[in-house]
Protein backbone atom coordinates (compact mmCIF):
# COMPACT_ATOMS: atom_id res chain seq x y z
CA UNK A 1 0.00 0.00 0.00
CA UNK A 2 1.60 3.04 -1.08
CA UNK A 3 -0.50 6.87 -0.37
CA UNK A 4 0.73 7.42 3.16
CA UNK A 5 -0.99 10.35 4.96
CA UNK A 6 -3.33 10.78 7.27
CA UNK A 7 -6.70 8.87 6.81
CA UNK A 8 -9.92 10.70 5.52
CA UNK A 9 -13.06 8.93 7.00
CA UNK A 10 -16.61 9.07 5.89
CA UNK A 11 -19.34 11.34 7.70
CA UNK A 12 -22.77 10.03 8.59
CA UNK A 13 -23.65 12.19 5.57
CA UNK A 14 -21.65 11.01 3.44
CA UNK A 15 -22.92 7.66 4.21
CA UNK A 16 -26.30 8.67 3.92
CA UNK A 17 -25.74 10.41 0.58
CA UNK A 18 -24.08 6.74 -0.51
CA UNK A 19 -26.57 4.92 0.43
CA UNK A 20 -29.53 7.38 -1.28
CA UNK A 21 -27.57 7.24 -4.86
CA UNK A 22 -27.06 3.88 -4.95
CA UNK A 23 -30.56 3.02 -4.92
CA UNK A 24 -31.37 5.82 -6.72
CA UNK A 25 -29.23 4.22 -9.16
CA UNK A 26 -30.46 0.99 -9.00
CA UNK A 27 -34.18 2.20 -9.61
CA UNK A 28 -35.12 1.33 -5.85
CA UNK A 29 -37.57 3.40 -3.91
CA UNK A 30 -36.28 5.57 -1.19
CA UNK A 31 -35.15 3.80 1.69
CA UNK A 32 -34.94 6.28 5.09
CA UNK A 33 -32.54 5.61 7.75
CA UNK A 34 -33.69 4.11 10.32
CA UNK A 35 -31.43 4.92 13.41
CA UNK A 36 -28.59 8.02 13.08
CA UNK A 37 -27.00 6.49 15.96
CA UNK A 38 -26.65 3.28 14.56
CA UNK A 39 -25.13 4.19 11.49
CA UNK A 40 -22.77 6.22 13.50
CA UNK A 41 -21.61 3.63 15.73
CA UNK A 42 -20.92 1.24 12.44
CA UNK A 43 -19.07 3.94 10.89
CA UNK A 44 -16.68 4.84 14.31
CA UNK A 45 -15.62 0.95 14.21
CA UNK A 46 -12.93 1.46 11.43
CA UNK A 47 -11.51 4.49 13.60
CA UNK A 48 -11.56 2.77 16.90
CA UNK A 49 -9.77 -0.22 15.06
CA UNK A 50 -7.06 1.35 13.46
CA UNK A 51 -6.48 3.52 16.75
CA UNK A 52 -6.58 0.55 19.26
CA UNK A 53 -5.34 -3.00 17.12
CA UNK A 54 -3.41 -1.05 14.07
CA UNK A 55 -5.36 -2.14 11.63
CA UNK A 56 -4.37 -1.06 8.01
CA UNK A 57 -6.58 0.87 5.47
CA UNK A 58 -7.95 -2.39 3.85
CA UNK A 59 -8.98 -3.95 7.38
CA UNK A 60 -10.74 -0.51 7.45
CA UNK A 61 -12.70 -0.49 4.30
CA UNK A 62 -13.75 -4.19 5.20
CA UNK A 63 -15.01 -3.31 9.09
CA UNK A 64 -16.67 -0.76 7.84
CA UNK A 65 -18.71 -2.39 4.96
CA UNK A 66 -19.53 -5.51 7.65
CA UNK A 67 -20.35 -3.11 10.35
CA UNK A 68 -22.71 -0.87 8.13
CA UNK A 69 -24.37 -4.42 6.14
CA UNK A 70 -24.90 -5.70 10.26
CA UNK A 71 -26.23 -2.82 11.89
CA UNK A 72 -29.06 -2.39 9.72
CA UNK A 73 -28.98 1.42 10.13
CA UNK A 74 -31.38 1.92 6.87
CA UNK A 75 -35.03 0.16 6.29
CA UNK A 76 -33.39 -1.15 2.87
CA UNK A 77 -29.97 -1.68 0.86
CA UNK A 78 -27.88 -2.12 3.70
CA UNK A 79 -25.35 -4.10 2.26
CA UNK A 80 -25.63 -2.35 -0.91
CA UNK A 81 -24.10 0.69 1.24
CA UNK A 82 -21.88 -0.91 2.99
CA UNK A 83 -20.11 -2.43 0.48
CA UNK A 84 -19.82 1.66 -1.75
CA UNK A 85 -19.10 3.14 1.45
CA UNK A 86 -15.95 0.89 1.76
CA UNK A 87 -15.26 1.34 -1.84
CA UNK A 88 -15.76 5.28 -1.61
CA UNK A 89 -13.40 4.94 1.50
CA UNK A 90 -10.60 3.55 -0.36
CA UNK A 91 -10.92 5.66 -2.73
CA UNK A 92 -10.89 9.02 -1.08
CA UNK A 93 -8.06 7.54 0.54
CA UNK A 94 -5.74 7.09 -2.72
CA UNK A 95 -7.02 3.04 -3.49
CA UNK A 96 -9.77 1.60 -5.74
CA UNK A 97 -11.21 -1.93 -5.71
CA UNK A 98 -10.11 -3.95 -8.96
CA UNK A 99 -11.85 -6.30 -8.59
CA UNK A 100 -15.91 -7.86 -9.41
CA UNK A 101 -18.14 -5.83 -8.13
CA UNK A 102 -20.87 -8.84 -8.24
CA UNK A 103 -18.42 -11.23 -6.57
CA UNK A 104 -17.83 -8.97 -3.71
CA UNK A 105 -21.59 -8.57 -3.06
CA UNK A 106 -21.82 -12.09 -3.17
CA UNK A 107 -19.29 -12.44 -0.85
CA UNK A 108 -20.70 -10.13 1.53
CA UNK A 109 -24.29 -11.77 1.35
CA UNK A 110 -22.65 -14.68 2.13
CA UNK A 111 -20.89 -13.35 5.21
CA UNK A 112 -23.94 -12.42 6.62
CA UNK A 113 -23.91 -15.91 7.86
CA UNK A 114 -21.17 -15.65 10.18
CA UNK A 115 -19.60 -14.15 13.00
CA UNK A 116 -18.43 -10.34 12.76
CA UNK A 117 -14.70 -11.16 12.79
CA UNK A 118 -14.64 -14.36 10.46
CA UNK A 119 -16.80 -11.80 7.87
CA UNK A 120 -14.35 -9.28 8.10
CA UNK A 121 -11.36 -11.93 7.78
CA UNK A 122 -12.89 -13.34 4.69
CA UNK A 123 -13.83 -9.80 2.87
CA UNK A 124 -10.17 -9.03 4.03
CA UNK A 125 -8.53 -12.10 2.39
CA UNK A 126 -10.99 -12.14 -0.96
CA UNK A 127 -10.54 -8.02 -1.36
CA UNK A 128 -7.02 -7.52 -0.14
CA UNK A 129 -5.05 -8.81 -3.63
CA UNK A 130 -7.48 -6.21 -5.77
CA UNK A 131 -6.70 -3.08 -4.07
CA UNK A 132 -4.66 -0.75 -6.05
CA UNK A 133 -3.28 2.91 -5.55
CA UNK A 134 -5.13 5.29 -7.55
CA UNK A 135 -2.77 7.00 -10.13
CA UNK A 136 -1.65 10.33 -8.93
CA UNK A 137 -3.62 13.22 -9.48
CA UNK A 138 -6.68 11.40 -9.36
CA UNK A 139 -7.82 12.11 -5.80
Known amino acids: ?67 IAEAQPFVEGNKRAGMTSALAFLERNGFQFVGDDELLAVLLVEASGKSQEQAIDDIDEWVRPFIEALPTGTI
Open 1 to 67: MTPEREIEYLSVDDIIATHDLVLESMGDPYAPLRDVGVLAGAIARPQNMAYYAGVDLIRQACILMVA
